[in-house]
């Protein structure tokens, strides 16, 4: 059984930055990509960024880049979302998500676990 336990969140001000971690019960952690949704309210779930395997490959919502940062650290299970330059239209929930293959592009459909999902909150 795979569990994955989302952190971090809480209430900032814009500009201000929060980062996110997810910890996985996963025996083979290292050999699956994950990846970070969030769900705003009212709104519809939507990918955030995900990261390979390995690490050697990662992607971004268009609005997000450069400011978000996807890393994991795989002796630990630990995936994490650095979350920097906030803005009042990043509040939402975030989950942590987990694929079930390693491979080189990402697709909404590859992530099929999901975290209880975290609130980021972000003020003006």
């Known amino acids: 059984q795979v569990q994955l336990v989302e952190s971090g969140g809480g209430l900032v001000q814009a500009g201000g930055s929060l980062r996110l971690s997810c910890v996985a019960s996963d025996r083979t952690f290292s050999s699956v990509n994950m990846g970070w949704f969030r769900q705003g309210p009212g709104k519809e779930r939507e990918f955030v960024a995900a990261?390979?395997?390995?690490?050697?490959?990662?992607s971004y919502k268009d609005s997000v880049k450069g400011r978000f940062t996807i890393s994991r650290d795989n002796a630990k299970n630990t995936v994490y979302l650095q979350m920097n330059s906030l803005k009042p239209e990043d509040t939402a929930t975030y989950y942590c998500?987990?694929?079930?293959?390693?491979?080189?592009?990402?697709?909404?459909?590859?992530?099929?676990?999901w975290g209880q999902g975290t609130q980021v909150t972000v003020s003006s």
């Open positions: 990261i390979r395997c390995n690490g050697d490959r990662t």
């Open positions: 998500a987990r694929a079930q293959y390693c491979s080189s592009y990402f697709r909404d459909a590859q992530f099929g676990s």
